[in-house]
């Protein structure tokens, strides 16, 4: 079993940062891929960032050059550094972990850009 803890939501004015962090715990025996996805009220999940094992990344185009995802492959962890936050981004946000061809997700942490 795994279990992905996100943390670092909150509440911030446009032109903002905010940090999120997930850490992965559990049956985890190999560096996994990791993402952060997203999904606003009325519409569908969507990928944010994603990471790979060797710390290859690649992003949405509606956060390029304002997110960057990265981990710490010791402790099993994702963060997300969102910076000049827009309204548009305010979303629950989702860890997810690839491992042995199965998608495990967290409980989302929310965020919300507001003035």
């Known amino acids: 079993q795994v279990q992905l803890v996100e943390s670092g939501g909150d509440l911030v004015q446009p032109g903002g940062s905010l940090r999120l962090s997930c850490a992965a715990s559990?049956?985890?025996?190999?560096?996994?891929?990791m993402g952060w996805y997203r999904q606003a009220p009325g519409k569908q999940r969507e990928l944010v960032a994603r990471?790979?094992?060797?710390?290859?990344?690649n992003y949405a185009d509606s956060v390029k050059g304002r997110f960057t995802i990265s981990r710490d492959n010791g402790k099993n962890t994702v963060y997300l550094q969102m910076n000049s936050l827009k309204l548009e981004d305010t979303a629950l946000y989702y860890c997810?972990?690839?491992?042995?061809?199965?998608?495990?997700w967290g409980q989302g942490t929310q965020v919300t850009v507001s003035s």
């Open positions: 997810q972990l690839l491992l042995a061809g199965m998608n495990y």
């Open positions: 559990g049956r985890i025996f190999i560096i996994a891929p």
């Open positions: 990471i790979s094992t060797g710390g290859n990344t």
